[in-house]
């Protein structure tokens, strides 16, 4: 008998397996998915390996596959298998990342009743005889919706009263959505016109066929000058409804028909593009010196640095170098990927992709239909796409020849997975990915993770500098950097102005609009104020499920002004009357950028102006009207949150306007400095990129902070050395790895006890086994501490051999376990 190591969709360790007997007369390979019993429940699992000998004496039988062929590749496999290892996930939660849309389910368990007999009756609680009494009354109920009329214990019952035979478990094995088939109709052989067949001839009179009903005859026709024009045939629905559903299968039982299936994929719009007309332009010499480096490892598969990163400043052509090198890769017969931290902020980028690789781009994005994302997917794994483009989870594309990776703003924190496991780092798992393929990674960013820059520094990546910004025209000339001013709003403050704009941002406004030029304010925070507040008390509006302020969003009409969590997105009215004093002053503190539109809106009536921000979007606005709307000039000035600050190159842009740079810039994370450093030079490189030099007007009450004054002058070593040195001493990453671990309970006592015994117990361990290398720090509440009715509590772990630390550890469903975190909160 043959075996198979499956990885079972379950809460279990990393890297753990469950072996299966396979049943006679049935075939599985590795990579494909199948249904197996696991415990008292079915799951879906993927097969590892095949084997002789299985892991435990006593096996059970695999029960069906999910799809006759493998899902998952060989190179598939072993980076799930890397992926697991690392980020200390399940295996199955690694390799569900290369399953096609809609191919992970979960069995549907209904309850059947059985007769229960009157003393077996009595024996049973009140509460299961009512779920019983409740249950008779149907054929058959969810297990779900009878595990609740059960009470608190009703998982654990509905396997007593399985046991005892009083309940049925019926199973139904979902199947996830195959292909959808068009069905033609075609002419036989024999139909197409051989002189010495015997099928009845055309008449003179109309084209019709002798000795064949009218119908018929006219059917015969059509299908004919279909195949002819269309090539596919003539769909057998059409038929069907135009010549009667028996017409069809008449002829085809005479031998003069045939039906054939071809397969329908859902049409993704294609995006836009210049449409394969490519660049005559000339590359400056930095550029031409790093697209000839990329060249050379391209062209030599066998050496073994082949990860790039391209630091250059904001408007410096990165994403030219991008675009010759995957041309270089596709005239190879290779494919690209193209990530990016997130499609709807990189519209143009996506743009210039689609038009340099006409009908040969796929992109992946959340909005697409599931049907669209099931027939793209099997379409990169057919070969059909050259270039796949998208966030992080484009990575795991089934590409069947990778030549080359290009992570566009590697420094983006979106490239981590935060919610879901597994919670992996698309950059590092691309390097992982490259190691294994031998492809090539190009990493560009104008503010790179300091993490990133330490390794090219230490020769782990090839560092290449584009210092230079550039302006296409005809050639690629070298432009200058806009003109930065940081306002310091104290002294604002102190001479009276209560405005939200500096007088010097508001004059420069007013200026630019004048002149017939467009305008991005830039503020990192939704909503028109973060907090509600009673000036009788000083009570604060919060949120019933999490230990967040609410914030005031306003609206056209007052019936829709409402206030918002911005953690779990509950909803609430604005109190009349403070809860605690029943004070009447309740006050809106603070700005966001629903706030900042209506201040906009005030000192220049009749400018078009709008939002760019998840709200927004929420709402209904489209991300890529909103860009045409932007590179036409129709929006003269664009307000919006992290949104703003890429991807945009309008060269009529010559204000940016960072409203408050202070946001984020005292978070208790070690990156808040570099983060907020990033923000601000990223925003500041949309202006000044036409003929017009631009201006950037920063607005801070903190104007001496390292990260203002280095973003204040796009400085970026200064930067990178103070943060560096910090790290240094601190022992924080490059220096050493972090493992974040969180602990989520609904009782704050409990939750804090659970973090305080965990971390007690690995300082026992650092002891025991004198570990001088891991530092545990914590525990500490989470911020914020409470999160859709759970508190966080969370124990850090800094070192350098974190994983052999963690070996053997196993944490409770309750812990998430982040391995390099991207942040600590």
Not at 136 to 153: I, Q, R, S, W
Not at 312 to 338: N, P
Not at 505 to 513: A, N, R, S
Not at 543 to 563: K, M
């Amino acid at each position: 008998m043959k075996y198979a190591e499956v990885a079972v969709d379950a809460p279990v360790g990393s890297s753990h397996s469950f072996s299966y007997s396979i049943p006679e007369n049935f075939t599985v390979e590795p990579g494909q998915l199948v249904w197996v019993p696991f415990g008292r429940r079915v799951a879906q699992g993927i097969v590892l390996e095949l084997s002789a000998t299985p892991q435990v004496e006593l096996t059970r039988d695999i029960l069906q596959q999910v799809e006759p062929s493998p899902l998952v590749s060989p190179l598939g496999l072993k980076l799930a298998q890397w992926i697991s290892q690392y980020y200390l996930c399940s295996l199955f939660d690694a390799l569900a990342l290369m399953l096609p849309p809609r191919f992970k389910a979960h069995v549907r368990s209904k309850i059947a009743a059985a007769k229960v007999s009157d003393d077996v009756s009595d024996s049973l609680s009140l509460a299961t005889r009512e779920a019983l009494q409740t249950l008779g009354k149907k054929k058959h109920l969810d297990e779900a919706d009878f595990t609740k009329l059960l009470g608190p214990t009703g998982t654990r019952e509905v396997n007593r009263l399985v046991d005892r035979g009083l309940i049925q478990r019926q199973v139904d094995l979902p199947h996830p959505g195959r292909f959808h088939y068009d069905c033609f109709l075609i002419p036989t052989q024999s139909n197409a016109g051989d002189a010495n067949s015997s099928v009845p001839r055309t008449s003179g009179s109309g084209g019709l066929i002798e000795g064949l009903p009218l119908k018929q005859a006219q059917l015969l026709n059509t299908v004919a000058m279909a195949s002819e024009n269309m090539g596919n045939g003539y769909p057998v629905t059409l038929a069907n409804k135009v010549f009667g559903s028996g017409t069809a299968n008449a002829l085809m039982d005479k031998g003069l028909l045939a039906m054939e299936w071809i397969r329908a994929d859902a049409e993704s719009p294609s995006p836009k593009g210049n449409q394969g007309v490519k660049p005559q332009l000339t590359l400056t010499g930095p550029q031409s010196d790093a697209l000839e480096c990329i060249t050379a490892s391209l062209n030599q598969p066998r050496i073994p640095s082949r990860s790039f990163l391209l630091h250059g400043v904001t408007g410096s052509g990165k994403t030219e170098v991008y675009l010759r090198a995957m041309e270089q890769v596709v005239e190879r017969g290779q494919q690209s990927i193209f990530l990016v931290p997130e499609i709807s902020l990189t519209p143009q980028t996506v743009e210039r992709v689609s038009g340099r690789f006409p009908g040969r781009v796929a992109v992946i994005h959340s909005r697409q239909k599931t049907r669209e994302k099931f027939d793209q997917w099997w379409k990169i794994r057919d070969g059909g796409y050259d270039v796949v483009v998208g966030p992080r989870s484009a990575l795991f594309a089934p590409l069947p020849n990778l030549g080359l990776i290009v992570i566009d703003e590697e420094h983006e924190w979106t490239y981590k997975q935060e919610e879901g496991q597994p919670l992996y780092h698309a950059r590092t798992t691309a390097l992982e990915l490259a190691r294994l393929t031998k492809a090539v990674v190009i990493m560009g960013s104008a503010t790179p993770d300091v993490e990133t820059y330490y390794q090219a520094q230490s020769g782990r990546h090839r560092l290449l500098e584009l210092p230079h910004r550039v302006r296409p025209n005809n050639v690629f000339e070298t432009a200058q950097l806009a003109k930065t001013e940081v306002c310091d709003m104290r002294e604002e403050l102190r001479e009276g102005n209560r405005s939200i704009f500096s007088r010097r941002l508001e004059q420069d406004l007013i200026k630019c609009i004048r002149q017939g030029q467009q305008a991005i304010l830039f503020l990192n925070r939704r909503g028109s104020s973060p907090i509600v507040q009673c000036r009788d008390c000083g009570y604060v509006v919060t949120c019933a499920s999490c230990s967040v302020s609410l914030t005031f969003h306003s609206a056209e009409s007052t019936t829709d002004t409402r206030l918002l969590c911005h953690q779990c997105n509950r909803s609430s009215r604005i109190p009349r009357l403070c809860r605690l004093c029943g004070g009447t002053r309740i006050r809106q503190l603070g700005i966001g950028t629903q706030k900042v539109v209506d201040e906009v809106t005030q000192l220049l009536p009749g400018v078009t102006i709008e939002r760019w921000d998840a709200d927004a979007f929420r709402g209904g606005s489209c991300p890529e009207e909103t860009m045409r709307r932007l590179a036409s000039g129709e929006i003269q000035v664009l307000v919006g949150t992290q949104m703003v600050a890429k991807g945009l190159d309008v060269p009529n842009v010559t204000l940016v306007g960072v409203i408050l740079a202070d946001v984020g810039l005292h978070l208790p994370d070690f990156r808040a400095g570099e983060r907020a450093f990033g923000l601000i030079c990223q925003v500041a490189g949309r202006s000044g990129r036409g003929l017009v030099p631009g201006r950037v007007i920063i607005q801070t009450y903190n104007p001496d902070h390292y990260a203002v004054a280095a973003a204040s002058q796009q400085n970026y070593s200064e930067l990178y050395q103070q943060e560096i040195e910090s790290r240094r001493q601190q022992g924080n990453p490059p220096f050493n790895r972090l493992v974040h671990l969180v602990y989520h309970n609904i009782n704050a006592a409990a939750c804090q006890r659970q973090a305080t015994e965990t971390a007690r117990l690995f300082r026992l361990k650092v002891g025991t086994h004198g570990l001088s290398d891991v530092e545990v720090i914590g525990p500490a509440p989470g911020i914020p501490q409470r999160v859709r009715g759970h508190y966080r509590w969370h124990v850090t772990l800094r070192g350098r051999n974190l994983h052999r630390f963690l070996e053997g550890i196993k944490f409770a469903s309750n812990w998430t376990v982040d391995v390099d975190p991207a942040h600590v909160l």
